[in-house]
């Protein structure tokens, strides 16, 4: 299959149908990843990393600021480490960085577009919902404070694995934590590092353009937005090759 390119206005597939009908083509469950996807968080950590690059008199750009957009966070930091000139420890560089982006959440949640009517869509559906994100256990509280209680099934943050995306396990600790099968789920994501972990775990992919380009892929559906998405248009993909667990 080719990827495919929709709007939201349209079906994400043919099979789609109208609320309450045909409930059998629906995900059991879907999958959000967060920055970028729920919130447009990209901005605070781009931003931040600046900051902190500036602080050590290091230079920064746009170009390495999109190559970390849904890398896990230990892995950014080596990458400012070394391309930033940060004379810091990884983990000391993480809580710099999210020191600045929590304060900014804090201050302001920026939602995308279309996202919470999608989840509130999906919850009057019965359509569980999980949370896997890169990001740590402090910031996903401070996004999800700004949500009802309830709305995740489940949250992995990127501080409850042990190997953050590209590899599977993120996503395969949430299809496991809402007790379904991968290949039965739909992940929402923004990035190829996102996009790849969930495709590694075997899970289909609605994916959706914001800071940095989509390539091609099979079975995979793309949206410009999630704006006038409905849950009963999201789309029922063939599933992957399967989890890759062992990959590393």
Do not use: N
Not at 173 to 188: K, S
């Amino acid at each position: 299959m080719t990827q495919h390119h929709v709007t939201a206005a349209e079906p994400a597939t043919t099979t789609a149908s109208e609320p309450g009908e045909d409930a059998g083509h629906r995900p059991a469950a879907v999958l959000w990843d967060m920055d970028g996807t729920l919130v447009d968080t990209e901005p605070y950590w781009i931003a931040c990393e600046f900051d902190l690059v500036a602080a050590y008199g290091g230079t920064w750009s746009l170009e390495h600021a999109h190559h970390l957009v849904g890398q896990a966070l230990l892995d950014s930091a080596e990458y400012l480490r070394i391309h930033g000139q940060v004379p810091l420890p990884p983990p000391e560089i993480v809580d710099r960085l999210l020191d600045g982006v929590v304060e900014r959440v804090r201050e302001h949640i920026p939602w995308r577009p279309g996202a919470r009517a999608l989840l509130k869509q999906l919850a009057t559906d019965g359509v569980p919902c999980a949370l896997v994100t890169m990001s740590y256990r402090r910031l996903t509280d401070a996004v999800l404070d700004g949500l009802p209680p309830g709305t995740f099934a489940a949250v992995v943050a990127g501080d409850d694995v042990t190997r953050g995306k590209p590899h599977p396990e993120p996503y395969l600790t949430a299809a496991t934590r809402l007790g379904v099968r991968p290949q039965d789920c739909l992940a929402i994501e923004d990035s190829p590092t996102g996009i790849a972990s969930a495709e590694a775990a075997g899970i289909p992919v609605l994916a959706v353009r914001h800071v940095v380009p989509i390539p091609p892929g099979p079975g995979r559906h793309v949206v410009d937005t999630l704006e006038g998405l409905t849950a009963a248009q999201l789309p029922t993909l063939p599933p992957g090759p399967g989890p890759a667990a062992a990959r590393s």
